[in-house]
């Protein structure tokens, strides 16, 4: 008897701490998934991005129209992915790329930029030492980065983003004399970086793929 007792009471334990865990709510709990029939049955009609949660902006809108159904894309992929979070990266990245461009740092853009952008910036520094050129350019201002493309292709996420630029140039020889340019006038730019992660990464950093004029 006793025995039956202590068994009664170990289970009595045992089912007070399942509840604890999985029983009790907090909140924070997504439902049990439906049946893909009854999914399919509910799902609403299409929506557009500023009335979809998970791709909410409060900053601004920041999303081209074409570009809705590739974020939406992005996002069931990648459920940590952050549009606010990712428009202020994509910035930084922006500003760290062309400084490192303009003063030749080759092992800043090694970390920033795939391979084959990371050549091409090579090869246009390499010309550049080789005809006794120095840029002493300025990135004056970012007036807009907006998302213009996104798409997820092999648990490889892309997203192009057009940035609306100012950005003082002056070119100077090897003296220093200025040879093109003026760092008085802006001139305006307008290009599409296309940056992309792998989702099987546990590397949440995007890198710069595609560089493009808008």
């Not at 994509?90 to 062309?98: F, P, Q």
Request: net charge negative; hydrophobic share 45%.
């Amino acid at each position: 008897m006793p025995y039956i007792i202590l068994f009664a009471m170990v289970a009595a334990f045992l089912a007070l701490r399942l509840y604890a865990v999985l029983g009790k709510r907090t909140g924070a709990e997504q439902p049990l998934p439906k049946p893909a029939e009854e999914r399919l049955q509910a799902a609403p009609a299409p929506r557009t991005v500023d009335h979809v949660p998970e791709v909410r902006d409060p900053a601004g809108r920041h999303i081209e129209a074409n570009a809705e159904t590739g974020l939406r894309a992005v996002i069931a992929a990648d459920s940590s992915f952050d549009l606010a979070q990712f428009i202020e990266g994509a910035k930084s990245a922006y500003r760290m790329i062309l400084e490192a461009f303009w003063k030749g740092e080759e092992e800043t853009l090694q970390w920033l930029v795939e391979d084959d952008v990371r050549k091409a910036f090579g090869d246009a520094i390499a010309a550049r030492k080789e005809a006794g050129h120095v840029l002493d350019n300025r990135l004056v201002s970012i007036e807009r980065a907006l998302i213009a493309d996104a798409s997820v292709e092999n648990k490889v996420a892309r997203i192009a983003v057009r940035f609306d630029a100012d950005i003082a140039a002056v070119t100077r020889d090897q003296d220093g004399n200025v040879i093109a340019g003026s760092m008085s006038d802006a001139v305006e730019t307008h290009d599409i970086w296309t940056f992309a992660r792998n989702l099987r990464s546990d590397d949440p950093n995007w890198k710069l793929i595609e560089t493009d004029e808008a």
